[in-house]
């Protein structure tokens, strides 16, 4: 739980393992400022198929700020909009397992949380707000997640959405 959670300092790894599928692990650490949360989670799987390991962001008021699912290594950035306490929750999230040890690294690069999606932001009523002209940076944590945005045009005209993924497939 929150309440049992071990400490995470910012920029040093620190190893878990989950014991069992139900098994889950609470991380804490303290944010200085607002700013660009990067959390790496290094698994010993290698699966693009099966998804072995979770790991979900939250503040201090247990808001969930950004989850994700993989069966590999992956680094993902949040933004957080307030100096204080955040949480790391490592879990299982489906039927597979693994019991190897993991590597859990959190930093934050201080600044400004705009640019970057907030979740959840899954429905048009719960849409992340865009600023025309201004690049935001969001995450699919899942094949089932869904991202929306939303913005304000001034007149009838031309929009033009430019969209920069990951791949090249």
Same mark, same amino acid.
């Given at each position: ?25 609470? *991380?804490?650490? &303290? #944010? /200085?400022? @607002? ?10 799987? !290698? =699966?693009?198929? +099966? ?50 040890? *993991?590597?859990? &690294? #959190? /930093?934050? @690069? ?10 959840? !932001? =899954?429905?048009? +009523? ?44």
């Amino acid at each position: 739980t929150t309440s049992t959670a071990n400490a995470l300092t910012l920029g040093s790894a620190i190893k878990g393992q989950l014991s069992s599928s139900s098994d889950v692990d609470y *991380y804490k650490f &303290t #944010a /200085s400022s @607002a700013g660009a949360v990067s959390i790496a989670l290094d698994v010993p799987t !290698n =699966s693009s198929f +099966s998804d072995y390991f979770s790991f979900t962001l939250y503040d201090s008021s247990n808001n969930e700020l950004g989850s994700y699912s993989t069966g590999q290594d992956l680094t993902a950035s949040l933004g957080v909009s307030t100096a204080g306490t955040y949480y790391v929750k490592v879990a299982a999230p489906s039927f597979y397992h693994d019991a190897g040890q *993991y590597s859990l &690294t #959190a /930093s934050l @690069a201080a600044g400004s949380a705009a640019g970057f999606e907030a979740e959840s !932001n =899954s429905t048009t +009523s719960t849409a992340n707000a865009l600023t025309l002209g201004s690049a935001i940076k969001g995450q699919l944590s899942s094949s089932s997640d869904v991202d929306y945005y939303k913005f304000t045009a001034s007149s009838a005209g031309a929009v033009s959405i430019a969209l920069d993924v990951p791949t090249n497939s």
